[in-house]
């Protein structure tokens, strides 16, 4: 990957941060930490609404698991899993609006993102290190023979 193809990822994902941040101006140039500085604001205004409730989150790979725990980080939330969880679990103590509003639907956009940047770099590797013919498998029926 490339440094262009870097700086253009972290924007998009800067902007997406932006986005849930639910800033009052449209097409502010705000810096993403500004972003997330809104979105602490919020979650202290929510928790003085409602009380916070233990979520469980099963995420589907090691990828977006860390994605997923530096979401909660950056907005100074505690991840923690309990023994004997998997280790794609992830807990943490929020209020369900925040998770409903911002939170979940923020880390699925960001989780979209990455993971195509992720399949494409993964699939052009592929093809040009391995073979380059990348189509999908013959599908077959249990009767067919070769």
Do not use: C
């Not at 505690?78 to 998770?99: D, E, I, L, N």
């Not at 409903?100 to 940047?117: G, I, M, S, V």
Request: no cysteine; proline share 4%; charged share 30%.
């Amino acid at each position: 990957m490339n440094t262009d193809d870097e700086g253009r990822l972290i924007e998009k994902l800067q902007k997406i941060e932006m986005l849930f941040a639910r800033s009052p101006y449209p097409g502010e140039q705000a810096a993403a930490e500004s972003a997330a500085d809104r979105i602490r604001q919020r979650i202290r205004q929510l928790e003085k609404a409602e009380p916070t409730i233990e979520f469980r989150f099963s995420l589907p790979d090691t990828w977006s698991k860390a994605l997923f725990i530096a979401l909660l980080r950056r907005y100074n939330l505690k991840p923690y899993r309990y023994r004997g969880q998997r280790r794609t679990t992830v807990m943490v103590k929020v209020t369900a609006s925040f998770v409903n509003e911002a939170l979940w639907p923020e880390f699925q956009e960001l989780n979209a993102t990455l993971r195509a940047h992720l399949d494409s770099v993964t699939s052009n590797i592929i093809k040009r290190a391995i073979h380059a013919n990348d189509a999908e498998v013959e599908e077959r029926t249990e009767q067919e023979t070769i």
